[in-house]
């Protein structure tokens, strides 16, 4: 026998837990690495590479597990280890800081999640500077993170610090740019800044009419844009914004196209919602937009809002 303290006890110990894990046990799995962070740290040290490993897994688990307080917890104590073993700099850093926003997101810990989000950007331009793409990433993701929690202005102010830095690397017109760009309307918007919004609104419009006006990508952010007008209460600037984007729908793809069913169906719906309209158009325009959908074997039909009216 080899006991408890022979490496190949551990290994094998790990293994267990894992398969354990992926055979659907995953308490067995959490259960199992806690033991194994016990022993790694006892045969091979707290600093060696298969005990930061067990960490990992056993924070991994946790979370699967469905405890995700305890997976960030988990992953903050593998954070210390890991900034003793390997440096401030290493790239696991920057991996378990990830792990410890995505834990924080899922627990609900706005706090935490925010501060997890914090330190890894700041690692990640300590390391790759700041117009990396992951730098960039991680922005986006604080920012929507902020804005589902609540923090309307704050989702705003973070995507225009990201717009501002993205028309230096890319252009005022590429199309990370405009997405950010519409984060911030959306964000502002929802904060009840109509001010603000409205300015930016007014940037996007301009941006899209001087350029590729009639393309996919410049018809969904119309489409999407002229969407949260309506949805935030601005329903005649709903409706006048969908009357631009019915004409350019026209232009790009043809009278016919049944996108221009659905784009004149959302003219409509708003301008009824804005008390400029009646049902019966709103109707008539459904029934075009549901019959062009079946014939033109476009199986999703007019959006679901639209359905929903009788």
Request: proline content about 3%.
């Amino acid at each position: 026998m080899l006991g408890e303290d022979h490496p190949d006890t551990v290994v094998s110990k790990d293994n267990l837990a894992l398969w354990k894990g992926r055979s659907g046990d995953t308490d067995g799995a959490v259960s199992g690495f806690a033991d194994v962070v016990e022993d790694a740290a006892r045969v091979f040290g707290v600093d060696h590479s298969n005990s930061l490993t067990a960490w990992a897994q056993f924070a991994l688990w946790k979370g699967r597990a469905g405890d995700f307080s305890g997976a960030a917890a988990a992953c903050a104590e593998l954070l210390q280890l890991q900034k003793q073993a390997m440096g401030e700099d290493h790239v696991a850093i920057g991996v378990t800081l990830a792990d410890i926003a995505r834990w924080s997101v899922r627990a609900g810990d706005r706090e935490a999640a925010v501060a997890a989000y914090d330190r890894l950007i700041e690692d990640l331009v300590r390391r790759l500077g700041p117009h990396d793409p992951t730098v960039l990433g991680a922005t986006v993701g604080r920012a929507n993170y902020r804005g589902h929690r609540g923090d309307f202005a704050g989702a705003a102010d973070d995507l225009t610090e990201l717009v501002s830095t993205l028309r230096s690397l890319e252009g005022a017109d590429q199309p990370r740019t405009l997405s950010a760009l519409h984060g911030v309307f959306m964000w502002r918007m929802e904060a009840g800044d109509a001010d603000a919004a409205t300015l930016v609104y007014t940037e996007l419009m301009e941006i899209l009419r001087r350029t590729l006006a009639h393309g996919p990508q410049h018809l969904v952010l119309r489409h999407n844009l002229a969407c949260g007008r309506g949805e935030t209460g601005d329903r005649a600037g709903a409706a006048t914004a969908f009357v631009e984007l019915t004409r350019h729908v026209q232009r790009a793809l043809g009278g016919d196209a049944s996108p221009v069913y659905i784009a004149a169906a959302a003219v409509a719906y708003w301008r009824w919602r804005s008390g400029r309209g009646t049902l019966l158009a709103i109707r008539s325009a459904r029934q075009s937009a549901r019959t062009e959908a079946l014939t033109s074997g476009i199986a999703a039909g007019p959006p679901a809002w639209f359905r929903g009216i009788q």
